[in-house]
């Protein structure tokens, strides 16, 4: 993917208004705007701080950017896990003092090394030998880090399976962590229980697996990191709420053979969705057929997964004769929404259902557009949404 490298404007020097209505009254934009929202960003972050028995870390890649970011860091969110010296790099570059944890199973050679040297990394995993041979000859002195063995955890409860790519069975586990606790690292344990993960249960089931795995290796774990996966509401589904989640984690936690082993979370999702929304301007309207200023390889890329059935809630918004913004009159129809690119593939999934009388001209507001949306973007066919402004009510 090739960013143009534009400069980022400060966070307090955006455009801001009252509302979203507000915004497309005064900006009419003609190209796609992420409208963000700095207190869903807090709110967020506080369900998981009050919420969570343990440490939260904010995974970067739901959005890494410099906006989500540092709205984050205003709520309270000290911690980032993060895949790449890339994103360990924005991330400390945005955010000097964050504390980033490496947390891939699979890294460039020499990221390891860079990320402890440059950036004072000390958490890493490992889900295979040769990676952890990898990452001890790169450390040098093991005793410095935390080695987390990611555990395999397909277990049927999330829209987006996380477990087919990495992660070990408890057998090959129980090994690695022998090693690591040879090694002189402080072994510990992880998993991916799939992201939007609807099953609260999901998570007690993969604690569960990992309380067995270390029963199996006879090595007392320092760490368990249950990583992301926690949903948020889209169009059509309501998730159950985060306490039934956190009650069960809990619970699962009490279960556990090993007693008072330091927690972590890894959301990323459920901590950047909610707080950007997207204002989209419909280019052309022919027939039931919308085109749209973005589309799949825009802000929709998530929509590409046909195992995602969620939809971003879409709402009409017009202008009137006097400039001002309204929903648009008609029955509620469903109407087939297609991106700005040539690409025939560019085009959401499912049927948006919208009033019949929006028309050309008229805009389209998606909420819970912060997860998977900026962070995937491409500037295919010279489409590279990137144009933001505040809402603060
Ligand atoms: C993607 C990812 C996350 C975040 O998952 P969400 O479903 O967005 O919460 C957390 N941990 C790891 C290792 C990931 O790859």
């Not at 990221?111 to 990898?134: I, M, N, R, W, Y």
């Not at 009409?316 to 593939?345: M, N, Q, V, Y």
Request: with cysteine; glycine share 8%.
């Amino acid at each position: 993917m090739t960013v143009p490298a534009t400069a980022i404007a400060p966070l307090d020097s955006l455009p801001c208004y009252t509302s979203a209505l507000k915004a497309i009254e005064a900006l009419k934009p003609t190209e796609p705007l992420y409208l963000l929202h700095p207190e869903k960003f807090a709110a967020q972050a506080k369900i998981f701080l009050e919420g969570f028995p343990g440490e939260i870390l904010y995974a970067a890649k739901s959005n890494p950017h410099p906006y989500a970011l540092e709205l984050l860091w205003n709520a309270g969110i000290r911690h980032f896990d993060t895949a790449s010296l890339g994103e360990i790099e924005g991330v400390k570059t945005a955010l000097p003092d964050a504390i980033c944890h490496f947390m891939a199973p699979v890294r460039l050679p020499g990221q390891a090394k860079a990320a402890l040297e440059q950036h004072g990394v000390k958490d890493f995993v490992v889900d295979t030998d040769s990676e952890l041979d990898k990452l001890l000859a790169e450390v040098g002195d093991a005793k410095k880090i935390r080695v987390f063995v990611r555990l395999v955890a397909s277990l049927g409860g999330a829209l987006l399976e996380m477990s087919s790519k990495y992660g070990c069975r408890p057998e090959e586990a129980a090994k690695l962590l022998k090693r690591v606790q040879a090694s002189g690292a402080q072994p510990c344990l992880t998993f991916h229980v799939g992201s939007q993960c609807l099953s609260p249960f999901s998570y007690a089931q993969a604690i569960e697996i990992a309380n067995r795995t270390v029963g199996l290796a006879g090595v007392p774990i320092r760490a368990l990191d249950i990583g992301g996966g926690f949903p948020i509401a889209y169009s059509g589904q309501e998730p159950p709420p985060y306490h039934w989640y956190f009650d069960m984690i809990k619970e699962a936690f009490a279960n556990m053979d090993a007693k008072d082993v330091p927690v972590m979370c890894e959301p990323g999702r459920a901590l950047c969705a909610p707080g950007i929304s997207l204002v989209t301007q419909v280019v052309l309207r022919r027939g039931d057929r919308l085109y749209l200023n973005d589309g799949i390889y825009g802000s929709f890329d998530e929509q590409r997964f046909a195992s995602f059935d969620e939809d971003y809630p879409p709402s009409a918004i017009t202008l009137d004769a006097k400039g001002k913004a309204k929903i648009p009159g008609g029955e509620l129809l469903p109407f087939r929404a297609f991106g700005p690119t040539c690409d025939s593939a560019d085009k959401l999934p499912r049927s948006l259902m919208l009033p019949d009388g929006i028309n050309t001209g008229d805009f389209i507001l998606f909420g819970a557009m912060g997860a998977y949306t900026v962070s995937s973007r491409s500037n295919f066919n010279g489409y590279y949404p990137d144009n933001w402004a505040v809402i603060v009510a």
